[in-house]
């Protein structure tokens, strides 16, 4: 790929970097944002030879030199956001604060850095889903597979709290949280631009994966809804986000989301019927026979996190142990 086809100016200080990816999603969108200190990058892409060789061409064509980074920005830490900046720290060849929120930070931690014990709470909840150990040894090897690119790890990660404030290139930003695709996900919020870099929280054309994973909240859904309604009215004329296009009508894409939940909870409900699992509701919902075993973790992990939004809402009741039975009240 040429930098034709992966950079494009977005403002005289922001540049959108396509970075990209091994599964269906094809592209992260990752930025660059230019200041009188330095360059800021916002999210760094999956480690792959790919990505490398994009990462180059695009420092190459800005003119950007080892040294120049003063920052780097981690808004969550699935592994296409985080994934290579460990590699862009030792790029730059000097000190540089990698910035992420102390949940995510946790989260990088427990997911990249301690595979073992994840791996085991993640094999729990899906056999509670109904995944049998044919589809769960799939499942798993596609997890290390993914976490393998997410190396090699930086040194230290530093903090940023809702709420604080902090100059990156040329502008400041407010920093918020974008919880339900991931805990502690970072949105950052140019005041005076009225420009939002909202990461996964706020996609165009797809939503965002909201699904219950090891370590996420108990009912990540209802973070997910309660945070857009809280965001609908913010001043935003542009944001960024970490796929697919730009987005100019804020509060319009915010309904459409709001309105697929809807009615994907509906889906949820009438699925689970007089009684079954989230598997089973999972390929009634989905088109799951013709995903990736990529694919079908996440469509498991988005299918719990509505059961449990319509169960903590009495809408469903769930039963059993070692196999959760879901069943429509």
């Not at 080892?66 to 808004?75: C, E, H, N, Q, R």
């Not at 945070?227 to 009508?249: K, M």
Request: proline share 5%; hydrophobic share 45%; with cysteine.
């Amino acid at each position: 790929m040429s930098p034709s086809e992966t950079l494009k100016q977005i403002a005289e200080d922001i540049y959108q970097v396509k970075l990209p990816l091994p599964f269906a999603l094809r592209i992260v969108n990752c930025y660059l944002l230019r200041g009188d200190s330095g360059w800021t990058i916002i999210d760094t892409g999956l480690h792959t030879e790919n990505g490398e060789a994009v990462w180059r061409q695009t420092l190459a064509a800005l003119g950007i030199q080892p040294g120049d980074l003063s920052a780097i920005v981690v808004t969550h830490h699935h592994p296409d956001h985080y994934g290579m900046a460990g590699w862009l720290r030792a790029w730059n060849e000097v000190e540089t604060p990698i910035y992420t929120s102390a949940r995510e930070r946790d989260m990088i931690a427990q997911v990249w850095w301690q595979v073992d014990g994840v791996s085991k709470d993640f094999a729990a909840l899906m056999r509670a889903a109904g995944v049998d150990e044919a589809m769960l040894a799939g499942m798993l090897r596609v997890g290390a597979e993914i976490g393998a690119q997410t190396a090699p790890h930086p040194p230290r990660l530093d903090v940023l709290t809702a709420g604080e404030r902090i100059s990156l290139g040329a502008r400041e930003f407010r920093i918020l949280n974008g919880p339900g695709h991931s805990v502690g996900q970072l949105l950052l919020y140019d005041e005076s631009a009225r420009l939002i870099f909202c990461a996964d929280h706020v996609l165009a054309k797809i939503t965002p994966n909201v699904g219950i994973w090891p370590g996420s909240d108990a009912n990540p859904l209802a973070s997910f809804l309660d945070s857009l309604q809280s965001l609908s009215d913010l001043p935003v004329d542009l944001a960024l986000p970490g796929h697919r296009s730009l987005i100019e009508d804020w509060p319009g894409r915010i309904a459409e989301l709001q309105r697929h939940h809807d009615e994907r909870l509906s889906q949820m409900r009438d699925a689970a019927g007089d009684g079954a699992t989230a598997l089973q509701i999972a390929g009634v919902v989905f088109n799951f026979d013709h995903f990736s075993t990529h694919e079908q973790r996440f469509a498991v992990a988005e299918t719990l996190a509505h059961l449990e939004y319509l169960r903590q809402q009495g809408a469903i009741e769930r039963h059993g142990d070692d196999v959760w039975i879901f069943r429509r009240c």
